[in-house]
Nanobody, 120 residues
Framework: QVQLVESGGGLVQAGGSLRLSCAAS????????MAWYRQAPGKQREFVAT???????NYANFVKGRFTGSRDNAKNTVYLQMNSLKPEDTAVYYC??????????????WGQGTQVTVSS
């Protein structure tokens, strides 16, 4: 059973930075895509950044230029470096992984989330 464990959340002032980590229980090379999502109170979960096994990282427009996603296969960890944080970035941030085994067999995995609170 795959486990994704996020860490690095916390309380920060506007303009500050945080780095989130998502550690997988096994090799992340099995995942064709890993990503970060977030969910603010009363809102739907939304896409933040996708970090594919190969190819370029993609970002939601509202974080472009401020957030950077990265992947360390040796540590089985993905990261989300968040700079210039705004109060509207306050949310629970979730790590996501997609595993493609064969046509018709795919799995989605989610972490438990880490709270990020940005004060004004």
């Amino acid at each position: 059973q795959v486990q994704l464990v996020e860490s690095g959340g916390g309380l920060v002032q506007a303009g500050g930075s945080l780095r989130l980590s998502c550690a997988a229980s096994g090799s992340i090379s099995r995942f064709d895509t890993m990503a970060w999502y977030r969910q603010a109170p009363g809102k739907q979960r939304e896409f933040v950044a996708t970090i594919p096994r190969g190819g370029m990282t993609n970002y939601a427009n509202f974080v472009k230029g401020r957030f950077t996603g990265s992947r360390d296969n040796a540590k089985n960890t993905v990261y989300l470096q968040m700079n210039s944080l705004k109060p509207e970035d306050t949310a629970v941030y979730y790590c996501y992984a997609h595993e493609f085994v064969r046509w018709g067999t795919e799995y989605d995995y989610w972490g438990q989330g880490t709270q990020v609170t940005v004060s004004s």
